[in-house]
């Protein structure tokens, strides 16, 4: 079983910035082969959203919201994705969730258990 861990969440004032970081781990002696990873935000009353997601090859997808503030990078190695967030602003605010398609056997899609962000006004 592969779980995904998050960390980084917090508080922050509007225009501050917070790294996000998302490590994928199994149980010893299990293999997977992560095939992308991304972020996932959801807010009080609101649908959960794509952020950004990154192949394993460094392509990037972000939401429009996000452009140019945010920046998604990974780190294949270490199964490792992170969130840089930079300029953020109160409609940031949600928890944010870490997300993999990986082979681990077969091709399942996991979710991590989500770090809160909140930023101030």
């Known amino acids: 079983q592969v779980q995904l861990v998050e960390s980084g969440g917090g508080l922050v004032q509007a225009g501050g910035s917070l790294r996000l970081s998302c490590a994928a781990s199994?149980?010893?002696?299990?293999?997977?082969?992560?095939?992308?990873m991304g972020w996932y935000r959801q807010a009080p009353g609101k649908q959960r959203e794509l952020v950004a997601r990154?192949?394993?090859?460094?392509?990037?997808t972000y939401a429009d919201s996000v452009k140019g503030r945010f920046t998604i990078s990974i780190d294949n190695p270490k199964n490792t994705v992170y969130l840089q967030m930079n300029n953020l602003k109160p409609e940031d605010t949600a928890i944010y969730y870490c997300?993999?398609?990986?082979?681990?056997?077969?091709?399942?899609?996991?979710w991590g258990q989500g770090t809160q962000v909140t930023v101030s006004s």
């Open positions: 990154i192949t394993r090859g460094g392509i990037t």
């Open positions: 997300n993999s398609d990986l082979w681990a056997g077969i091709f399942n899609n996991y």
């Open positions: 199994a149980a010893s002696g299990s293999r997977f082969t992560i095939n992308n």
